[in-house]
């Protein structure tokens, strides 16, 4: 499964911006995708999961209420919503293919990886 994540850019705090990732086959339609990001100088951090169905969701306390994680099985295509965005969030972000069919916030329970999109916010 390949996976091709856009949507990335510079903008303002207090701006939104929408993440996608297009992956290459059906096969992610049946296991949990997640959203990781790793900030310039840190290590990789969960940010967002969502189970093969769309319906159970986990998400990063720091993101919580400001992020949605959502899919698009007949389009094979995850979705970030980003609002309020903040200096902090500024990151590359990775789009990632579950082993499993549940959401999970656990790097080792992906299976693929995407390249990564950038954010960058400016204060």
């Known amino acids: 499964v390949q996976l091709q994540a856009s949507g990335g850019g510079l903008v303002q705090a207090g701006d939104s911006l929408r993440l996608s990732c297009a992956a290459s086959?059906?096969?992610?339609?049946?296991?949990?995708l997640g959203w990781f990001r790793r900030a310039p100088g840190k290590e990789r951090e969960f940010v967002a999961s969502?189970?093969?169905?769309?319906?159970?969701?986990n998400y990063a306390d720091s993101v919580k209420g400001r992020f949605t994680i959502s899919r698009d099985n007949t389009k094979n295509t995850l979705y970030l919503q980003m609002n309020s965005l903040k200096p902090e969030d500024t990151a590359l972000y990775f789009c990632?293919?579950?082993?499993?069919?549940?959401?999970?916030?656990?790097?080792?329970?992906?299976?693929?990886w995407g390249q990564g999109t950038l954010v960058t916010v400016s204060s």
């Open positions: 086959r059906r096969t992610s339609s049946n296991n949990g």
């Open positions: 990632a293919v579950s082993r499993y069919s549940a959401a999970s916030s656990q790097p080792y329970s992906y299976q693929y």
């Open positions: 969502i189970d093969w169905r769309g319906t159970i969701t």
